[in-house]
């Protein structure tokens, strides 16, 4: 806890005294350390691929000048870096834009089920890659929610991604779309979407820190596959503006269950 204490001296007539007034500003105090912690992580994750693109311009100009092959391979690693800037910086403009949303409620109807389809299928080429085969279950139209098209768009794009890039070569993702009148997630009528993949899991102790900006269970494989360590966050802010829940079931050795649930009128 942390007290700010302001002393004043009174005079109440029948004498003197000191009054001390002891304000609780812990919550303050834990914003203001969060947004240190942020503009610290920031910093931190825009150095790291600036400072490779200033070591790699500075041996081309030297070193490698007449060496074709090495600057063949350093243009490449220069722009591998230059597009995980890119993705950081629209990741944190996606962050700050859905913050700022966050309690503004989305009015249209928007179909989730087709939506879904739509992403897993613009996904195709980045699943083949890691042979991934996805799977959609369930109803592939017609399920309609209050809710913000592309930004339920990411949502299932981020979920549908690291299910591909966590959850291993040549395994399957299966996406299940269930409606139910009674949500346990949201005690009302909803649907509810679950990105199952057949990945290595995750341990107990970081699923309830999965969704923090920038918490990673392994950063150097995260950045190795391209991950920001933005998207849960996004996808949890994103969730909560249409005032459903994302819950995270797994275990190691058992594959990731990531579930949205979405209240349906
Ligand atoms: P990143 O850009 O690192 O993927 P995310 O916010 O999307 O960031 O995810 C945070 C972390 O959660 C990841 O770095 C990874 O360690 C873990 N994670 C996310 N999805 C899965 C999954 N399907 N299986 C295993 N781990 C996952």
Redesign the pocket.
Known sequence: LTYEVTASHIDTGAGEGVLLCFEDVTSLEQVGQMRRDFVANVSHELRTPLTALIGFIETLRGPARRDEAAQDRFLGIMEREAHRMERLVRDLLSLSRVEAEERVRPTDRVDVAAILGSVLRALEPVAAESDVSLVQTGPTEDVRVLGDEDQLRQVMT??A???I???GKGKQVRVEVTTSEDVAALRGPGVEIA?H?Q????DLV?IPR??ERF?????H???E???????????KHIVTRHRGRLRIL?EPGQ??C?VISLPMQ
Not at 199 to 202: D, T
Not at 215 to 219: G, I, M, P
Not at 225 to 235: C, N, P, R, S
């Open positions: 981020n979920l991604e690291n299910a890039k966590y959850g990105f993949d990945g290595p899991g995750i970081h999965l969704t918490y990673r269970v392994d950063s494989r995260s950045r596959m391209g991950g920001t360590g933005l998207g849960l966050a996004i996808v797994s594959g990731s990531f």
